[in-house]
């Protein structure tokens, strides 16, 4: 009986890391593989990467889930929604998680593990204390604390049309998850960007971060005309796709837009020469 509870107990815990929702962004590592110059990265190092984003994403989604679980509604979306507790497994599997992710950034060097510092940091006070969440925009831009330093958890510069197309994505995308989770943001006494801003501001917004990200990316891009393409591309489909979507639809049609605009991005930088 007692190992029937420790399996679902440790069954659940797994579960909280939602590792669904972030297994693409694991991915963001890749980034500084020096493709922009042609070198290899090296393949130990970049599977240490992907571990190290896994495992931090692993905590920031956990210690949201776990923060969540009395105003969200899905099972799907968070599956400790409804609990009136938090295990004991699922607190050790988080935080061990973000201890993790610090232990295996060490063996790359201090950028890796300050990276994981300021995303582990910005993950916590997101949804936890002080929770940061709750607040405005604020809480919008604190998602590129949470994210955009594990591009760089590889150890390696990144030429910076990649950053700028990612942001640019990644507030479009959290504008339109903030629209999606309006009822239960309420619920939750959570004032998010898209709250004040209303339907008709959050497409403005979103449209407005979407024409400067694409500049921006054009800029940085020294010149090359198929990397400011491919940004500008990926930034305009990013801005114009949810805008024709159903509203339960938007930010599924924005993620795989985004998805598919960053693969372009980075085979531009193949491609250059």
């Not at 949201?64 to 004991?88: E, I």
């Not at 295996?104 to 300021?118: E, F, K, M, Q």
């Not at 497409?203 to 500008?232: I, K």
Request: net charge positive; glycine share 12%.
């Amino acid at each position: 009986m007692q190992a029937s509870r420790a399996q679902v107990g440790g069954a659940t815990a797994l579960r909280a890391l939602r590792a669904r929702q972030w297994c693409h962004l694991a991915l963001l590592p890749a980034a500084g593989t020096e493709l922009f110059t042609h070198r290899s990265l090296g393949f130990l190092a970049l599977a240490r990467g992907f571990l190290v984003a896994g495992l931090t994403l692993a905590f920031s989604y956990g210690i949201n889930a776990m923060h969540d679980r009395s105003t969200d509604r899905s099972p799907a979306k968070n599956p400790l929604a409804g609990a009136p507790s938090v295990t004991t497994e699922t607190c050790a599997l988080v935080w061990g998680c973000g201890a993790l992710a610090l232990v295996a950034a060490g063996a790359g060097g201090l950028r890796p593990v300050a990276c994981v510092s300021v995303s582990l940091l910005a993950g916590a006070v997101y949804s936890a204390g002080p929770r940061l969440k709750s607040y405005p925009f604020v809480g919008t831009v604190l998602n590129v604390g949470i994210f955009l330093p594990l591009m760089w958890v590889a150890g390696r510069p990144i030429h910076a049309v990649l950053p700028v197309a990612f942001v640019t994505l990644l507030l479009q995308n959290q504008l339109w998850h903030e629209r999606e989770d309006l009822d239960e943001d309420r619920g939750a006494a959570v004032r998010t960007t898209a709250a004040v801003l209303g339907e008709g501001g959050t497409r403005v917004a979103a449209t407005l971060v979407g024409a400067l990200g694409g500049l921006a990316a054009a800029v940085v891009a020294r010149g090359d005309r198929l990397e400011a393409a491919a940004a500008v591309v990926a930034c305009a489909f990013g801005t114009l796709a949810p805008l024709f979507a159903p509203a339960e639809h938007r930010r599924v049609v924005h993620r795989v837009g985004a998805i598919m605009g960053g693969a372009i991005v980075y085979g531009a930088g193949l491609a250059a020469p």
